[in-house]
């Protein structure tokens, strides 16, 4: 019963923009931080974005900040990842997750090792 599902992925051409959405079920979100991650073929997962669970506090990967913007509407359960600019090396499965509650930095919660759910992901290719 416990579920998130991402969906607004597919392709797009280099510049273009895109609206990931995670919808959670069998759990309240407003709870925990949650986080977008992404892998390639041949790569390591990797956080891209993540945000806490009041929405205070935000973290970007470097190869992201200034396009990317990670929001979260807990009365609808939902996280969204708004992407802009997209470019080639986007092109990855991005997976949303829900992180441990502890104490910790968004920073250093936004780690695989931090997980506790995955969804299954949604691909975006970003190509011409």
């Known amino acids: 019963q416990l579920q998130l599902v991402e969906s607004g992925g597919g392709l797009v051409q280099p510049g273009g923009s895109l609206r990931l959405s995670c919808a959670a079920s069998g759990f309240t979100v407003e709870y925990y931080a949650m986080g977008w991650f992404r892998q390639a073929p041949g790569k390591e997962r990797a956080g891209v974005s993540c945000i806490s669970s009041s929405a205070g506090s935000t973290y970007y990967a470097d190869s992201v900040k200034g396009r990317f913007t990670i929001s979260r509407d807990n009365a609808k359960n939902t996280v969204y990842l708004q992407m802009n600019s997209l470019k080639p090396e986007d092109t990855a499965v991005y997976y949303c997750?829900?992180?441990?509650?502890?104490?910790?930095?968004?920073?250093?919660?936004?780690?695989?090792?931090?997980?506790?759910?995955w969804g299954k992901g949604t691909l975006v290719t970003v190509s011409s």
């Open positions: 997750a829900s992180i441990r509650r502890v104490f910790a930095t968004i920073q250093t919660l936004c780690s695989t090792r931090r997980v506790d759910y």
